[in-house]
């Protein structure tokens, strides 16, 4: 679920804009639309990764030959954004990114979500459908989307010792193939995930949905993938499974496919 930035640095300084419960300073960076008339997008995250990710820099290069709006930011903990990463949570970066969305872009939006993005994509429909403003959502794009991971990709698969860790201690650290330093699992993300979790009940989103998934995903399986499509009866949907593709899908081709995933939303 981690997504390791692995992109050039920003030329430009982030902004900075209070939301979320606590508030905090989140750090952004926002390409005004020349062409207006056309969905904006905004760029979702990974699991300790950040808006200088290669895909989200080349997802605002296209933007900006396009001449459309698009919006990147770093949940709180992450990034340039204030914050300890360890008080977060799911539920914490989901309202973070939905007071980004309504305070920061105007119109129709089409939201791209990157494995823990995927999720936060996902409750971040719900929540606008819930507010009367399901049109605010062009389109969703997802990367190897990593619903439900707190428990079905992470607590489901942990040892015993690491679960008595997360329970006992508050928190387990986890050693990962994206990051030399481990990572902690808390007792609160956990927890938190559990009252955040949409598989096993209809997912509607309001707008077209395009997925895209590596077969050779160590962290999250395509199958995962399938059985959202199934949750997302109601909705179109397109799915391509990408044979030899990994978890972050950031080489050369697999950019292409997203930009015109992204291209054939809006």
Not at 130 to 137: H, Q
Not at 162 to 171: N, T
Not at 206 to 229: S, T
Not at 239 to 261: F, Q, V
Request: net charge negative.
């Amino acid at each position: 679920m981690i997504e390791t930035p692995t992109g050039a640095a920003a030329p430009s300084s982030p902004q900075f804009f209070q939301a979320g419960n606590p508030p905090q300073r989140l750090a952004y960076r926002a390409l005004a639309p020349a062409t207006p008339g056309h969905p904006g997008g905004v760029w979702l995250g990974g699991f300790r990764s950040d808006m200088l990710s290669t895909k989200a820099q080349r997802l605002e290069d296209n933007a900006r030959t396009q001449g459309r709006a698009f919006l990147r930011f770093d949940y709180s903990g992450h990034g340039e954004s204030g914050g300890d990463f360890a008080d977060g949570t799911i539920g914490r970066w989901a309202r973070e990114s939905l007071a980004m969305i309504r305070g920061l872009t105007q119109g129709p939006q089409i939201l791209v979500g990157s494995s823990m993005g995927g999720w936060i994509a996902l409750l971040v429909a719900r929540e606008l459908a819930r507010l009367g403003e399901a049109d605010r959502l062009a389109g969703l794009v997802l990367i190897a989307p990593a619903v439900d991971f707190t428990q079905t990709l992470i607590w489901e698969r942990l040892p015993d010792a690491a679960k008595r860790d997360v329970e006992e201690r508050g928190l387990w650290l986890r050693h990962s193939q994206y990051s030399p330093e481990p990572y902690p699992i808390t007792r609160g993300l956990i927890e938190d995930g559990r009252n955040h979790l949409l598989m096993g009940a209809p997912i509607r989103t309001h707008c077209p949905v395009h997925i895209l998934q590596g077969m050779e995903d160590p962290d999250v399986p395509y199958k995962h993938a399938l059985a959202l499509v199934e949750h997302l009866a109601e909705d179109p949907v397109a799915l391509t499974l990408i044979k030899d593709g990994d978890h972050r899908l950031s080489r050369e081709e697999d950019i292409a496919r997203l930009i015109a995933a992204y291209a054939g939303i809006g």
